[in-house]
């Protein structure tokens, strides 16, 4: 009497009611199964475009933050080597000039300070005049070279303005991937998208090789200026700036190959190590 309706989902199953009344209530089920259907459909096809494609885990936003971490204490570190003026040390011999007072030198990327000091405030074993660290006259200056082109001369000896220029200019360089590749992870978590990780891990690791080139342009400059004269004779010693640089550079590199591990499209250590199957 009441003609029989099938109906196809999008799978190709087929579901059939008869009848206005049980018939009824058995298309209904139909019909809610193939909405169902279509929104399970469409809900994996939505899962599986966001394990594809640019959305993390919190797995994944967890070691990116602690992968920042360590990239951000290359940035403090290299942002407190570079402006600060203990690169080097340099002092002639603490009876050199008299048996009262002595004179030394502490020099950085864009000033340099003379300092003098009490020989009777040295520790008597020591032969240069120094520390730095000790009570004193200080006169800092910034060096003319960034602004007049004109070297300066301490202690009968001329700098080499070229290094100084260039370690100072890669040091700045440096500073400048540092940005980039914080404002790469920045947009990365804000945003939620693994592709910022590559820009960001060249730039740390492009700013930390730069670190570690500007540190040994400078001591090259150091090595030049001892070497233009040699009527005074000077002890030189880095000093806790240049710790500060170096490990900053170390830091940066291990900063961005850690950014770039997260960005691999498989990690490495699963592909190295493989999990076994409990099933199997």
């Known amino acids: 009497m ?7 989902d999008e799978e190709g199953r087929t579901v059939a009611g008869p009848g206005p009344m049980g018939g009824a ?53 290299t942002v407190l080597g570079v402006g600060t003026e203990f690169w080097v040390e340099m002092a002639p011999p603490k009876h050199f000039y008299n048996n009262q007072t002595c004179l030394t030198a502490h020099l950085g990327l864009w000033k340099g300070c003379t300092k003098t000091l009490w020989v009777s405030d040295i520790d008597p074993e020591r032969e240069s005049c120094g520390p730095a660290e000790l009570p004193g ?14 070297n300066i001369v301490l202690f009968q000896k001329t700098t080499q303005k070229n290094l100084n220029v260039a370690a ?16 790469c ?25 730069l670190v570690l080139l500007s540190l040994l342009v400078f001591h090259q400059s150091v090595l030049a200026f001892l070497s233009s004269d040699h009527s005074v004779p000077l002890h030189h010693e880095l000093s806790w700036s240049v710790s500060c640089v170096g490990c900053a550079g170390a830091v940066l590199i291990v900063g961005g ?24």
């Not at 009441?2 to 196809?8: I, L, M, Y």
């Not at 929104?39 to 070691?63: L, P, V, Y």
């Not at 006169?139 to 082109?149: A, E, H, M, S």
């Not at 950014?259 to 099933?279: E, H, I, N, T, Y």
Request: charge should be positive.
């Open 2 to 8: 009441w003609s029989t309706f099938v109906v196809t």
């Open 25 to 77: 209530a058995q298309g209904g089920g139909g019909l809610t199964g193939l909405m169902s259907g279509r929104s399970t459909f469409g809900g994996n096809k939505r899962r599986r475009t966001t394990s594809a494609g640019h959305a993390m885990s919190e797995a994944q936003e967890g070691k990116i933050k602690l992968a920042f971490f360590v990239a951000i204490v290359g940035v403090v570190l």
């Open 137 to 150: 006259d200080s006169n800092c200056t910034y060096f003319k070279f960034f602004t007049t082109g004109e």
């Open 168 to 183: 100072a200019m890669l040091a700045l360089f440096s500073l400048f991937l540092m940005v980039m590749g914080a404002v």
């Open 185 to 209: 992870i920045t947009m990365s978590l804000s945003k939620e998208i693994l592709f910022f990780l590559k820009p960001a891990s060249v730039c740390f690791i492009l700013s930390g090789v």
């Open 257 to 280: 190959v850690l950014f770039l591990l997260l960005a691999l499209p498989v990690s490495p250590w699963r592909r190295c190590l493989p999990q076994k199957d409990g099933a199997s």
